[in-house]
């Protein structure tokens, strides 16, 4: 694909420095073998898609492989849709696992039996406190904790209780497994953290298997080891937790893999925690998991991202070791070169106004043949059917044109697109309201295909349709979800539901677009001339009825100025 220009970009971040001076060591022999390992609690984000890119991208460049697993330890919020959808999500961004999936309950047996170990070294016990109680006895960062009165259980009882937790004998927080470390630790993650819970919930895979369930700092490392990971790359939360994960697994003696932790993406405008996500699909503030305002991957596909643009970008925002906001112009910028590219160009009318052309004959259709992209010669050309009664963009008018309106206007003349120049001869407005109902214009013969004989020059080239043949057509248009730039700055103060857009969706009822469009299929993305791109979405009716777009970005480029002004300045 576009391997040679992403190489271009590549840059050798920490991670890269990491893995290459463990190759140059023969660390690991040598090997990067890494892992996405999503809980199946919602669907996947644009953050996701960077850590996605970044373990998959990895294992593609250092010839290793990338596993998919199933952080499925938490029954209670996940389901079986969810991991539908990732895997959905991970394959449309274009990565393969082979035969490397993986789900984290098919360790259970495994784990237990670590535990037990643990339990047998004297390294773990059952506590009977109430999750109340473990939080009171677990001190702050300023006072070391207490021990609970349980701590110096016999190893014999232990691993009588723990063996009755997993068999039912306790409700619901009645009793966990700790690990046994030090209530003094600097480290509140070393302070005894709680390895298993009882949760009497039925299990998307295992059903009720089990009533005890590992604590991800517990389970993570294990799962690992287990895949043997070399490189278990997660993001920057997790690096207080890395002294757990390294306890575990050297107590147990078992296989070691290494933590390196990355910062989170964040983006401007965007929420991405699945909390908030799945608060905005449950009150119905959009439409589901996949509404095209949601930065969800389900989202922006359906908004029609592609899985070039979304690698692109997580290979431009880099990886760093602090967290810090990335402008979503960049999100955007990324995927107008790629669809700038590759998205064929046709004529749309967000806003139609019809016109008349009066010295047509009428009955008459004249076949231009349009470019599909200038950007790429082996697209080719189409032809665009033209008559007497066409439609224009109802703003390509003014009734009283400003200085700087170079458009039609009364008297005015202007190029249709790839047809012929036309001037406007007559208003037809509505005489109670004044609203403008219908230009009258009339057509040079001589101007055919949009040039003049005699290197007459007009200021403005506008798109149209042809009244007849034109396919009617719904447009959605989105800004972002929420008002302001860092949500997450904003929602220290505020519930984050104070934050949104009541205007992230414009729905235009009454478009005309061109007819080549009847021959194509939902995910079929375009351009409309001097509009925007656009994919069809899978609300339209095809082939019979209507067809509906959504606006996938604007044409206008902001950051690519800022950039250009950037480099300007060196
Ligand atoms: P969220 O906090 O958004 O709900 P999560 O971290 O709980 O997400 P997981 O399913 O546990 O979601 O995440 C799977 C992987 O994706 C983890 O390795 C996690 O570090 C990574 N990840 C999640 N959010 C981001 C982000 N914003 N940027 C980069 N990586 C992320
Ligand atoms: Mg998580």
């Not at 470019?371 to 703003?395: C, H, L, Q």
């Not at 043949?469 to 904003?490: C, F, G, K, N």
Request: glycine residues 6%.
């Amino acid at each position: 694909m576009d391997n040679n220009e992403t190489a271009k970009k590549k840059v050798v971040h920490f991670i890269r420095q990491i893995i290459n001076k463990d190759i140059a060591e023969n660390k690991k022999n040598s090997q990067v073998i890494t892992r996405f390992p999503p809980e199946p609690n919602g669907y996947l984000h644009i953050g996701h898609a960077k850590s996605i890119c970044l373990n998959f991208g990895l294992a593609e460049e250092y010839n290793g492989r990338c596993h998919l697993r199933f952080d499925d330890t938490n029954p209670i919020k996940e389901e079986q849709e969810y991991i539908d959808a990732i895997i959905e999500d991970v394959r449309w961004l274009g990565f393969d696992w082979g035969e490397h999936l993986y789900f984290a309950s098919d360790y259970f047996e495994q784990m237990y039996a670590w535990a037990v170990q643990l339990i047998r070294a004297g390294k773990a016990y059952v506590d009977g406190l109430t999750t109340e109680q473990i939080r009171e006895y677990r001190g702050t960062l300023t006072e070391p904790g207490v021990n609970s009165p349980y701590r110096n259980r016999s190893i014999e009882e232990n691993l009588d209780l723990f063996e009755r937790m997993r068999k039912g004998d306790y409700k619901d927080g009645e009793m966990v497994l700790r690990a046994r470390i030090d209530m003094g630790h600097p480290n509140m993650n070393m302070r005894d953290p709680v390895m298993y819970r009882i949760l009497h919930a039925k299990h998307p895979r295992t059903g009720d298997k089990w009533c005890i369930y590992p604590m991800y700092d517990w389970a993570h490392g294990l799962e690992d080891s287990i895949e043997g990971i070399t490189h278990s790359i997660c993001t920057l939360e997790f690096e207080d937790h890395r002294p757990l994960y390294d306890w575990f697994l050297d107590q147990l003696g078992i296989y070691h893999p290494q933590q390196i932790e990355f910062a989170r993406l964040n983006l401007t405008f965007t929420i991405m925690s699945k909390r908030y996500l799945l608060k905005l699909v449950k009150e119905g503030i959009v439409s589901g998991w996949d509404d095209p305002r949601m930065p969800t991957i389900s989202g922006l596909r359906r908004r029609g991202y592609t899985p070039a643009a979304l690698r692109d970008f997580s290979e431009r925002v880099g990886v760093a070791k602090r967290d810090s906001i990335v402008d979503s112009q960049l999100l955007e910028h990324c995927l107008r070169e790629d669809l700038n590219r590759h998205a064929p160009r046709v004529m749309g009318v967000l806003n139609p106004l019809k016109v008349v052309i009066t010295n047509y004959p009428e009955g008459k259709v004249e076949e231009f043949e349009a470019i599909n992209n200038p950007e790429d010669e082996a697209a080719g050309v189409r032809k665009v059917p033209f008559s007497r009664e066409i439609y224009i963009e109802r703003e390509d008018f003014m009734l009283n044109p400003p200085k700087k309106f170079f458009r039609l206007a009364p008297g005015r003349e202007v190029r249709l697109r790839y047809a012929y120049y036309i001037t406007c001869t007559d208003v037809l407005q509505d005489e109670k309201t004044g609203d403008i109902l219908e230009l009258h214009c009339t057509y040079d013969p001589e101007s055919r295909g949009g040039y003049t004989p005699d290197g007459r020059k007009v200021r403005s080239t506008i798109h149209w349709v042809s009244l007849e043949h034109a396919i009617d057509a719904e447009v959605r248009q989105y800004d972002y979800l929420l008002t302001v730039p860092d949500p997450s700055a904003e929602t220290a103060k505020k519930e984050f539901m104070d934050y949104i857009n009541p205007n992230s969706l414009t729905v235009l009822h009454h478009c005309k677009v061109e007819p080549s469009l009847v021959r194509q299929k939902v995910g079929f993305k375009c351009q409309f001339e001097r509009k925007g791109y656009f994919m069809i979405d899978p609300d339209s009716k095809i082939p019979e009825g209507t067809l509906v777009f959504n606006q996938t970005v604007s044409l206008r480029d902001t950051w690519a100025k800022i950039a250009q002004a950037e480099s300007g300045k060196h």
